[in-house]
Every structure is written in structure tokens, then in C-alpha cells.
């Protein structure tokens, strides 16, 4: 048995008036964990516990660390999370409500990395947030879903971080027989990483990451996730965090549902019509998660982004 369950894929009315086209959500949001983040985490910890290892080490603050420590709760294993002080509340108290030991180290990410890594030993694996075939092969199963689901879309929207979502989604399209439906791959001012690759044809490391959206705020993208865009078809959309946020609003009032910044980016070039996707009909968008945020929290970003509501 997976660790990550089967998400509806819905088609939306509300976002499909809005869109002019027919738009699906595969509602990964709907994760026990809160994001799709289990379905690639959640089958590289199982191959991990298959070989024997007893204790998962994450440094994501985010997702992912949540990711792992659900994981690690259902497989028996210890897990550790090394998280900087930055760290959001919400993330800490999801982390230790799934029983992992929560280790606050630094003041910015690379600090609490270092500590992780140095954790790592034959009984301890470092499970990373997205730069491992594993996480994409288990990634890929939503797009496995979405096949038996329904009809193929004209193209896949979802949003970018360090890349695994998008090696995982072109590797379940491919395995398919899908290879020719293009991604549409969305990123926040900020965390554009991808787009910066994809223009100057090399990967580009940010010097820094300002966008509100965390979970998308890799400085650079994996290897794989660049390569594709000269296999695959890819697409790429940058949003504000102003667009992001009030897709997200919208998108509570449409779907009942409060996701987070890196979901609104993916909905926001569909809400807004974004000429990107003026040759697609159908599009399927990857409603990635929710984990990270609340409508409070939501709210207070539309005030100082000075979001439209
Ligand atoms: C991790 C994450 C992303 C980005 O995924 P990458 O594999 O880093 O590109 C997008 N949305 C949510 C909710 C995430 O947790």
C-alpha cells in the first residue's frame, strides 16, 4: 500500500467560466500530509525502509519535512527534521504532530542543511525534497491517476520549485503514452529560477528567493527539471505573489478549499487568461497543496501585496 491516497480529479465550473476553457483540478491538496510532496517522499522512504533503514533526516521547513514525517510515522521509522529559525509555525507543529523530533538549527536554510547532512549514516537516509529519481517515479502516479481518471488535457499546469513536481509529471506523462501533452510550468517573481534557466540556456542559481511562496523557493532547479524543457514540451509562466494570493481567495470561495501561495500561482494564469494558454481547451492543473497556509494567513498577505479580493 502507498503511503499517499488516490485525489479526486474535478472538473471546475467556476474556474472554467473564468478561464474560457474546461479546466480540471487533481486536488493534491487533499493529501493526508497536505501536499502531492507524500507521493514521491512516501516511495522513497518505503524503498529506503525496504533496504533496512531505520531513521529518515529532512532539513525542509516545509512540505517536504512534513512529507518525510508522515512518512516515517506510518513506516515505524525515527524521523529528525533540521529546520531554521525561519521556519513557519504551522510547518513546526505539522512536523511534530506527525512524532518526528523537530531540531531548530540556523538562521537560514544552509544552516540547518549542514546539520542534516552530517546526521546521515548506514541506518540513516537524507530524503531530498525534490533531486532524486525516486521522488519523481512516485510523483509520476498522479499522472498514472489522472489516466484512468478521465481524458487526456491539452496541456498540464502546475507550479515550479526545485523541479521534482515537473520531472515527476513529465515522467508520468511519458510513461503513459501522454509524451506529447506540454507542461505549463508556473513560478512566483522571486523563486523564478526555471524561467531564468529556460532564457539563458543554462541553469541559473537566484542569489536570493523573495517570493512569499516558500514552497517554490528553490534558488536553483534540478538538472533533470532543465533538461526536460529541451525533451518536453514546457511552458513557463512567471506570477506575482499579489496574482498567486488572490488566486487563492478566489479559489477558497469557487472550491471551499484553502491552499497555499504555490497552488494560487498555478491557478492564477488560469483564472487571468494568461496568453500561454491560449491554444489549450483543456487543461488539467495541479492543485499541489495546502499544508503551509490558513485563511488568516492568506488574508494578511492580500493586505500587504495589496492584492486584488
Ligand atoms: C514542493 C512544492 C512545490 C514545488 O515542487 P518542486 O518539486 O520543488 O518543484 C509546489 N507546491 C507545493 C505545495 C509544494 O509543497
Not at 15 to 40: D, M, W
Not at 44 to 64: D, L, M, T, Y
Not at 131 to 152: F, K, S, Y
Request: glycine share 8%; with cysteine.
Amino acid at each position: 500500500m502507498p503511503l499517499h491516497i488516490e485525489t479526486p480529479l474535478v472538473e471546475s465550473r467556476p474556474l472554467s467560466l473564468a478561464s474560457g476553457r474546461t479546466v480540471r483540478l487533481k486536488l493534491e491538496a487533499l493529501q493526508p500530509p497536505g501536499s502531492f510532496k507524500i507521493r514521491g517522499i512516501g516511495a522513497a522512504c518505503e524503498h529506503h525502509a525496504r533496504r533496512g533503514v531505520r531513521r529518515f533526516v529532512s532539513s525542509s521547513g516545509g512540505n517536504a519535512g512534513i512529507a518525510v514525517a508522515h512518512a516515517g510515522r506510518r513506516l515505524s521509522a525515527a524521523v529528525v527534521v533540521v529546520v531554521p529559525e525561519t521556519a513557519s509555525a504551522i510547518a513546526r507543529r505539522s512536523i511534530e504532530d506527525e512524532g518526528a523530533e523537530l531540531v531548530l538549527h540556523g538562521a537560514a536554510w544552509h544552516e540547518a542543511h549542514a546539520l542534516a547532512l552530517t546526521m546521515v549514516d548506514t541506518d540513516t537516509a537524507f530524503v531530498h525534497p525534490f533531486d532524486d529519481p525516486l521522488v519523481w517515479r512516485g510523483h509520476a502516479t498522479m499522472i498514472d491517476e489522472a489516466v484512468r481518471q478521465g481524458a487526456r488535457p491539452d496541456a498540464v499546469v502546475l507550479s515550479v520549485g526545485g523541479g521534482g513536481l515537473l520531472c515527476g509529471v513529465v515522467e508520468g506523462l511519458r510513461r503513459n503514452g501522454w509524451s506529447d501533452v506540454p507542461v505549463v510550468a508556473v513560478e512566483t517573481r522571486g523563486a523564478e529560477s526555471l524561467h531564468r534557466s529556460m532564457r539563458s540556456g543554462r541553469r541559473v542559481t537566484l542569489d536570493a528567493v523573495t517570493s512569499i511562496a516558500t514552497s517554490l523557493g528553490a534558488r536553483e532547479v534540478c538538472e533533470q527539471a532543465f533538461r526536460w524543457t529541451s525533451e518536453h514540451p514546457v511552458a513557463s509562466v512567471v506570477v506575482d505573489d499579489a496574482a498567486a494570493v488572490s488566486a487563492c481567495l478566489r479559489f477558497v470561495d469557487d472550491h471551499r478549499l484553502v491552499v497555499e501561495p504555490a497552488s494560487g500561482a498555478a491557478l492564477a494564469p488560469v483564472y487571468d487568461r494568461a496568453p500561454e494558454l491560449d491554444a489549450f481547451d483543456d487543461v488539467l492543473v495541479v492543485v499541489c497543496g495546502g499544508a503551509v497556509a490558513s485563511l488568516a494567513r492568506l488574508d494578511a498577505w492580500a493586505v500587504d501585496l495589496g492584492a486584488r479580493r
